[in-house]
Nanobody, 122 residues
Framework: QVHLVESGGGLVQAEGSLRLSCAAS????????MGWFRQAPGQEREFVAS????????VYADSVKSRFTISRDNAKNTMALQMNSLKPEDTAIYYC???????????????WGQGTQVTVSS
């Protein structure tokens, strides 16, 4: 298990940018695939982006492709999500996730952060 803490959420206008960070505890961070999921009110948690343990393989949801960029720094036990050209429909709680292999299915995530709120105003 790895302990995850997100930061960087907030309120931004449409077309603005935000950068989310996820700090992980433990010496085995580099062995985990990492990802971001989000959940809007009344909706199910959905996949946003994932990155392989070494950082060389990334996957994005179609809704965020070309706008969001996921990255990680294994030396610092951190992961980030750079979000550009934000839209009101991106409003949600964003969760950092760790799993043994890259996944788009929230049911297979091993560890979750507490979440950080992102609100995009029109």
């Amino acid at each position: 298990q790895v302990h995850l803490v997100e930061s960087g959420g907030g309120l931004v206008q449409a077309e603005g940018s935000l950068r989310l960070s996820c700090a992980a505890s433990g010496r085995t961070f580099s062995s985990y695939a990492m990802g971001w999921f989000r959940q809007a009110p009344g909706q199910e948690r959905e996949f946003v982006a994932s990155i392989s343990s070494g950082g060389g393989f990334t996957v994005y949801a179609d809704s965020v492709k070309s706008r969001f960029t996921i990255s990680r720094d294994n030396a610092k036990n951190t992961m980030a999500l750079q979000m550009n050209s934000l839209k009101p429909e991106d409003t949600a709680i964003y969760y950092c996730a760790a799993s043994r292999s890259p996944t788009t299915d929230p049911r297979t995530v091993g560890s979750w952060g507490q979440g950080t709120q992102v609100t995009v105003s029109s």
